[in-house]
């Protein structure tokens, strides 16, 4: 049977999906996609997938793609990481046979992706991509997508969009931020971009960015004109979003575990999963915030999920007539709904003297002032300032360190030649030298070593001398018994 391209592709392979649930690094994993399916998804992918991993590592395969298998998971989209088409073709062919398509991320802005040079960080490299979709369609049963984040300019991402196309990506899925646009950063997505892209090329386009309810997913197909809508955070928050329902927190805690002790997955996704779910509610009760991060067992969730559900039905009893939900909520703490990440603004005005006095930590709740600026500390930098309060992140009170002359990286203090260790080591290999500063002594293993042959060489004469001498004696005694 030929491989479906474009809108037959997304009709008869994908039937038709409008709701999407998108790639998520350990969180979209089997038991949450089928939770997210039971309440509305109509298309789920994988995790991000790293290809080199996937293909020289048989226990990542059967984690994250070839363990149970479960036919209601369908239809499935594997996404991977790459940066060479080879390899990346490579682990396609290995995850073929259980998904319908694959699909290439061009679209993660961390510095993990940064770091390994795939994601977002390839979206200059237009060669290099083309390549590799170029070869994945030639070689692969089934077709190839790309997820995309955007660049400022819209003719460039309309350029970008219609190259992806023209190299043979089927369907491409458009998230309306710039890799820029992360974190406190993340801002609005633009539907403008995604827009355009829609109108730009002829291969079916799902839009991402700016979903929290079903209300967003309607608008956004309304005014883009996109085939199908993908959601993160928002299914994340609420796996109910694509029903158009706004169910009990612990009705979906329940059932996802539920599904975990059929499926079972890494504690760490479980933990991650209940703490999307309960945000609102752990923010009230911060005791049981601390125990379930510390938990190391299933039963041990379910145990404080039960007692999340008792505080809250507890709650519910006892709540007043006409009572409103607090901290400015649609609706109550225990009731799924979307969580409006905070800009950096408003994270200072959230993360300020009013929960500290309360004595509430918010998520980055630490801040510092200095010479009168506010200064937001990542969560690594709490931890420090927490273990040690005189700790201070300004750049100016730094140590400065004398550079090494060959790479610039700091020098050893003591290094005789004003290297670093790596440079230092280089050299005095090269030189035969010392260097005490870093404890390299190649000069002087060296000369131990011609030490040591020398003695060798001594021990080994007199041996020969005294063979010598035996020889000789012999051959006196052989003479006269000869002679006789």
């Known amino acids: 049977m030929p491989k479906l391209r474009g809108e037959a592709f997304w009709r008869e392979t994908l039937r038709g999906a409008h709701y999407v649930v998108a790639p998520m690094v350990d969180q979209s994993e089997l038991a949450w996609r089928l939770l997210s399916r039971r309440h509305g998804a109509q298309l789920c992918y994988t995790p991000m997938l790293h290809a080199q991993v996937f293909l020289r590592d048989a226990n990542y395969r059967r984690e994250n793609l070839y363990g149970d298998a479960c036919p209601e998971d369908r239809p499935l989209i594997v996404q991977f990481c790459a940066n060479d088409p080879e390899v990346f073709v490579q682990a396609a062919l290995l995850a073929q046979d259980y998904c319908d398509a694959v699909d290439l991320n061009l679209g993660c802005p961390q510095m993990i992706a940064k770091r390994g040079h795939y994601g977002a960080f390839l979206q200059e490299e237009w060669d290099l991509l083309q390549r590799m979709i170029l070869l994945a369609n030639e070689k692969l049963s089934v077709p190839i997508t790309c997820k995309i984040r955007v660049f400022p300019e819209i003719d460039k991402t309309v350029k970008y969009a219609q190259m992806l196309e023209k190299a043979g990506c089927q369907l491409l899925t458009v998230h309306g931020r710039t ?218 009170l730094k140590p400065k360190y004398a550079k090494c002359d060959q790479c610039g990286n700091p020098k050893g203090n003591k290094c005789v030649f004003n290297m670093c260790r790596g440079c230092c080591k280089k050299r005095a290999f090269k030189e035969t030298a010392d260097c005490p500063g870093h404890g390299l002594l190649f000069k002087t293993k060296y000369e131990k070593s011609l030490s040591w042959q020398s003695s060798q060489r001594v021990i080994q004469s007199p041996e020969i001398s005294r063979k010598g001498d035996v020889d000789v004696g012999d051959a006196a005694v052989l003479k006269e018994a000869g002679d006789s």
């Open 179 to 396: 890799k820029e646009q992360k974190g406190p950063l993340a801002g609005v997505a633009s539907w403008e971009h995604i827009q355009a892209v829609r109108k730009a090329v002829s291969i079916p386009v799902f839009a991402n960015g700016n979903i929290q309810c079903l209300h967003d997913v309607e608008e956004c197909i309304r005014k883009t004109g996109v085939h199908g809508v993908m959601s993160a955070e928002g299914n994340l928050h609420n796996p109910a979003l694509f029903e158009g329902r706004n169910p009990l927190v612990w009705e979906m805690a329940e059932e996802y575990l539920e599904i975990v002790q059929k499926y079972p997955c890494p504690l760490s996704y479980v933990r991650a999963h209940l703490f999307k779910l309960w945000h609102h509610t752990l923010q009230v009760y911060q005791q049981l915030r601390e125990e379930l991060a510390k938990v190391k067992t299933l039963e041990g969730i379910v145990d404080v999920n039960r007692e999340l559900k008792l505080r809250c039905q507890e709650e519910i009893a006892n709540q007043k007539e006409g009572e409103k939900p607090k901290e400015g909520l649609p609706f109550f703490h225990w009731i799924c709904q979307p969580y409006i990440r905070p800009g950096p603004k408003e994270r200072c005005k959230e993360n300020g003297a009013s929960e500290t006095e309360k004595g509430v930590r918010g998520k980055r709740a630490l801040e510092e002032e200095e010479d009168g600026n506010y200064e937001l500390l990542s969560k690594n930098k709490q931890k420090k300032k927490l273990r040690n309060p005189n700790k201070t992140f300004d750049p100016s």
